[in-house]
């Protein structure tokens, strides 16, 4: 089992910057990849961003790339989302996900992940 906990989500005015952070704990040698979803009422999950557990490789969504980064603190065990030039477009509940297969690439698919944390808001007000 892996457990995973969000934090920093909050409300900011577009333009500004919020930083998530997503803290593992449990298994986490079966760890591969984590990643960032996030979920609008009424819509999918959508994939936002995803790095290998070693941080060695990243991935971002078209929609983020240049805005968004990602790093992880191994020795913390924790994934962190810098989120720059926030758009409204954002708003959104943001999850961290676990992804245990070793396919060689991080994985935008939802289905893939096995592990998630319980979200944090993000609110960009125009």
């Known amino acids: 089992q892996v457990q995973l906990v969000e934090s920093g989500g909050g409300l900011v005015q577009a333009g500004g910057s919020l930083r998530l952070s997503c803290e593992a704990s449990?298994?986490?040698?079966?760890?591969?990849?984590m990643g960032w979803f996030r979920q609008e009422p009424g819509k999918e999950r959508e994939f936002v961003a995803g790095?290998?557990?070693?941080?060695?490789?990243?991935r971002y969504a078209d929609s983020v790339k240049g805005r968004f980064t990602l790093s992880i603190d191994n020795a913390k065990m924790t994934m962190y989302l810098e989120m720059n030039s926030l758009k409204p477009e954002d708003t959104a509940v943001y999850y961290c996900?676990?992804?245990?297969?070793?396919?060689?690439?991080?994985?935008?698919?939802?289905?893939?992940?096995?592990?998630w944390g319980q979200g944090t808001q993000v609110t960009v007000s125009s």
């Open positions: 790095i290998t557990w070693s941080g060695s490789n990243t």
């Open positions: 996900g676990a992804d245990l297969n070793r396919l060689g690439f991080i994985s935008s698919v939802r289905a893939s992940y096995a592990y």
């Open positions: 449990g298994r986490t040698f079966s760890i591969y990849s």
